[in-house]
């Protein structure tokens, strides 16, 4: 009987989009959100566009976003959304990209990560209107640097194998040699 109650209980939070639901990319709901995304073009500095082959979940919230997608790929990432009169309208992203290099702490072994976050409303508490960016590693040039830029991290990601034309970054270009 616990046994069913158990199963019951998952059911229902999985209908309720507590759990996100794995879609393809061509899926509607995935669709109007990758729509509202691309609207919010001014604001993508440093986002990479939505692969098509990603793998892509849809999280359904009644907090601090209305929706969420989650996407794996290349680089991780998540897209908020708050909903409106007329359809959603994106309010942050994050995306974390994976460096090459490990390094080890008290907590384990990881790789090094250059992660991106902009908030246009308060979702993970980052700074609003602001390109946030932060680095988890050892690499001297970036390791414990509270003002990192996206003209700073372009050259690291593009020697970790990124490729920066794809990067939302017009108005940072790359240094010039």
């Known amino acids: 009987m616990k046994r069913i109650s ?3 209980s ?3 939070l999985t209908g309720c989009g507590f759990t996100p639901q794995t879609l393809p990319y061509t899926d509607p709901q995935v669709q109007e959100l990758v729509r509202a995304t691309e609207a919010a073009a001014t604001n993508r500095f440093g986002f990479t566009p939505v692969s098509t082959d990603a793998e892509i979940r849809l999280e359904k919230s009644s907090g601090a976003y209305d929706r969420m997608l989650h996407i794996y790929g290349r680089t991780s990432r ?3 959304f708050r909903k409106q ?3 959603f309208t994106w309010i942050g992203e994050q995306e974390i990209y994976r460096g090459p290099k490990q390094y080890t702490t008290v907590d384990g072994t990881f790789f090094e990560e250059i992660c991106l976050t902009y908030e246009l409303q308060r979702v ?3 700074k609003l209107n ?3 960016i ?3 590693g050892e690499d001297a040039r970036l390791a414990r640097k509270d003002d990192l830029t996206l003209q700073t991290v372009l050259p690291i990601l593009k020697e970790w194998g990124y490729d920066v034309e ?3 970054a017009a108005n940072a270009a790359l240094p010039r040699r």
């Open 6 to 8: 158990v199963l019951i």
């Open 10 to 12: 998952l059911a229902l």
């Open 78 to 80: 998540t897209i908020a």
């Open 85 to 87: 009169a007329d359809g």
């Open 124 to 126: 993970a508490h980052y």
């Open 130 to 132: 602001h390109l946030n």
């Open 134 to 136: 932060s680095y988890s």
């Open 166 to 168: 794809q990067i939302g």
